[in-house]
C-alpha cells in the first residue's frame, strides 16, 4: 500500500527543506521525499494532490500533556486524550505521571502503553515519576521504567521538592540518558495563590504566586544541571526572568532546555479583569504572567531561548471549573487550539517563520525526548502533520474531542490550522473544512 | 460633564470598582433620604413591600448582617438569613447549587458574603435575581465603602479634595480595596500605610500614595481610617508582634494630633483595642466609628432600594 502526497509545501528544519515536495508513503514509512515523484503503475498507489496552500510537516509532538489515566478517567483518558492530540494536529503526546497511581512504576507505565495501543491514534510516550508517588522523597525505579517505555521524569503537578533530590534525580536520570522535567515552583513562596502576583490580583482580591516563586526554582535546577553535567528541562516557563536564566545558562553551555504553554505567550494576567471577572478557565499554574512576560516568552520563541511549544494540556470536568475561583482546579486544555494559536499569534503575526514553528512543535521536542520523528527521513514512520496556514478557524470547545472542555479561546477566530494528521502512514484526522486535503478522505 | 444618574446601570452592586462617580453620589445622596427614615419614630416605608432579600452569609457576621436586615425591615421587604458554616475540608453544596434552589424561590435580591474573591460574581452570573456584595474574600466591601465615604461626607461636606489615611492590614483587606477605589474616583487623595508586608503588590497603580510612615499617613489628613489586624496575620510571619505593631502603626492620640485639628477617626470595626488603635482615640471626640454603624443601614437601604425598589418607572401614571 502506497500514498503518494503530492504538490503540497514541505517544510523539514531538520534537512533543510523548504519548498514543493512530494512524499510517498510505503508501509507506513516515508519511502522518498522529492520533487514530481511519478505515480507508478496505476492501482497500487493511491495518489492525494494536496496543492499548494498545504504545508507538511514532520509530526508535532507535545511533549506536556495530562491524560488522566488511570484515576481521573472522567476528565479524560488515554483513548480521548489521543483523539483530541490528532484533531490538534499533534502525532505524539508524552504524558506527565500525575495520575492516580502516580506513574511511578513499569506496571503503570504499561498500562498507559495498553491504553494507547488500543486507541490506536496519536503515539503516546509516558514520562515516569522522579519519586514514588511523586511526593519528592525516594527515587522512582527510573532505569525499570525507562525499560517499560518511559521517556522522561517529572513530578508535574509538584516541583522536585528539595535541591538534594532534584540532584540526584538528575544524575540518575543522566545514567539513563534521560531529562528531568520540572516543575519549577518554590510553594513556600507560591504559598496558596492563585494568579500572578500583581496589580491585577491585588485589584481582584486573589491570593498572588510571585514570579520569584518559579525564577528561583529555574536557577537552581541550572545550577543543579550545571553540577551534575545532565539534561534538566524546564515545563512550562513563564516569566521573563526565568528565561533571562535559560538564555544564560544555555550561553555557558549547560544542558538545559524550556517549553512554552500558548496560554503563556497569548494571554496575560490583565484577563483576568475582563471581559469574564473571575475566569476560572484563566486559572492555571503557573499563572497567566504580566504582560512584560508574555511579550519577553515571544521573543524567548523568536530568537531560539525557548526549545518547545508545549501545551500543559490539562482537562478538568466542569464541576471543577464552576466553582469559586480560588476553589477552581488549575489548568485548561490545549491539544486542539496550540497549533492555531501559534500560526495566528507568532507565524502571522511575524514573529517566527514555519520552519521554525516546526522546530518548536516537532524537532525539538523530538531531540529532548530522544523520540522518533521530528524530521522526515526515508525510512521513518511516516507521522506528518498537515497545516492549512490561511484557514479561518474559529475554536469551538463543544467540538473538541477531548473529554474536557476547559479553554479560554471558546469562539476565537484565528488564522491558520490543521488539515490533517497522518501517524505511520494511516490519515488519522483530516479537517472537513479543508477542501484541499478532501483527497485524503473522511476520517 | 458627566450627568447625575437616577438609577444604577446593573441589576447588582459586585464592587465599586464597577461604579461610576455618577453612581456613586447617587447612592450616598438616596442614603441622607433613607437616614432620615431612621429618625423617625415609626422607621419603616414601603419602597420594598413585597419584595424577598436572602442574605446568605458563608462567613460569620454580626455587623454586617444585623445592618442588612435592619435595613431591608426598614424597607419593608421580607428577608431571610441563610448561615452556611463551611471550610474547606467539607466541600458540601456547591455555590451555584445553592444559588439556583435559592433562584427557584425567585427572590429579588441576594445579599452574599464569601470567603472566596469573586463568589459574588459568579453568583451573579448564575442568578436572575440581583447580587449584593457584603464582602467577598480579599476583594471588596462595596457598601462598607460607601458608609465610610457617606460618613466622611457627612462631616466634611465633600469628599474631593480630602486627605484620607487609611493604616493597617491593606493586603487581605477588602475594605481597603473598596474605600480606595470609591475614595480615589471622588477626588479624594488617599494614604495608604502599614508594613510592606501587608501591602498588596502595585499598590501605588490603584491610585494611592503609600508609606511606612504612620507620621507622614496622618500628617494633615481629614480622615483616619484604621484596618483591623488579625492575629493569624502574626503567625503567618507579616509582623513580629502585636506589641511591636501597636509601636509602630497604632493610632496614639499623640499621632492623631498630627492630623488636621478637625480630623475624623474611622474604624470598620471590628476593632483591637490596644493592637491597630488605642481606646483613647476609639472612644475620643474625633472618633466617628458609631456613626458609621449608624450609617451603614442608611447605605445598605439607599442600595437595595436603587437595585429592587421602584422599578415601575414604565406603569407608573
Known sequence: MRLLLKGARVIDPASGVDGARDILIEDGRIALVDRDIPAGEAGDTRVVELGPALVICPGFIDMHVHLREPGYEHKETVATGAAAAVAGGFTAVACMPNTNPVNDSASVTRFILKQAAEASLARVYPIGAVSKGSDGRELAEMADMRDAGCVAFSDDGRP????????????????????????????????????????????????????????????????????????????????????????????????????????????????????????????????????????????????????????????????????????????????????????????????????????????????????????????????????????????????????????????????????ATVVGGRVLFVNPDVPQAAGLGRV | MSEQAVRLRGKDLLGIADLTASEISLILDTAEAMKEVSARPIKKVPALRGKTVINLFYEPSTRTRTSFEVAEKRLSADTLNIAIATSSVVKGETLIDTALNLEAMNPDVIVLRHASSGACHLLARTCRAGVVNAGDGMHEHPTQGLLDAFTIRERKGRLRGLKVAIIGDMLHSRVFRSNVYLLTKMGAEVWACGPPTLMPVGIEQLGVRATTSVEEAVADADAVMMLRIQLERMQGGFFPSLREYFQVFGMTPERVRLAKPDAIIMHPGPMNRGVEIASEVADGPASVILDQVANGVAVRMAVLYLLAGGGDDETAA
Open chain 1, 160 to 419: 522536585v521538592a528539595t535541591a538534594l533530590l532534584m540532584r540526584r534525580a538528575l544524575e540518575y536520570a543522566g545514567m539513563l540518558g534521560l531529562p528531568v522535567i520540572d516543575h519549577c515552583e518554590d510553594k513556600t513562596l507560591a504559598g496558596e495563590g492563585v494568579a500572578h502576583e500583581g496589580f491585577h490580583a491585588s485589584q481582584l482580591g486573589l491570593r498572588g504566586i510571585p514570579s520569584a516563586s518559579e525564577d528561583v526554582m529555574v536557577e537552581r535546577d541550572i545550577v543543579l544541571a550545571a553540577m551534575t553535567g545532565s539534561h534538566a528541562h524546564i515545563a512550562h516557563l513563564s516569566t521573563a526572568g526565568a528565561l533571562r536564566s535559560v538564555r544564560g545558562a544555555k550561553a555557558r553551555g549547560v544542558r538545559v532546555t524550556c517549553e512554552v504553554a500558548p496560554h503563556h505567550f497569548t494571554l496575560s494576567d490583565e484577563r483576568l479583569l475582563a471581559p469574564l471577572a473571575y475566569d476560572t478557565n484563566l486559572k492555571m499554574n503557573p499563572p497567566l504572567r504580566h504582560a512584560a512576560d508574555r511579550d519577553a516568552l515571544v521573543e524567548g520563541l523568536r530568537d531560539g531561548t525557548v526549545d518547545v511549544i508545549a501545551t500543559d494540556h490539562a482537562p478538568h470536568h466542569a464541576d471543577d471549573k464552576k466553582v469559586e475561583f480560588d476553589r477552581a482546579s488549575f489548568g485548561i486544555v490545549g491539544l486542539e487550539t496550540a497549533v492555531s494559536l501559534s500560526l495566528d499569534r507568532l507565524v502571522h503575526a511575524g514573529i517566527i517563520t514555519l520552519a521554525r514553528m516546526v522546530e518548536l512543535l516537532s524537532a525539538n521536542p523530538a531531540r529532548i525526548l530522544r523520540v522518533p520523528g521530528g524530521r522526515l527521513r526515508e525510512g521513518d514512520a511516516a507521522d506528518l502533520t498537515v497545516l492549512a496556514p490561511d484557514l479561518r478557524v474559529t475554536v469551538s470547545a463543544a467540538s473538541f474531542r477531548s473529554k474536557s472542555r476547559n479553554t479560554p479561546y471558546d469562539g476565537w477566530a484565528l488564522r491558520g490550522g490543521v488539515a
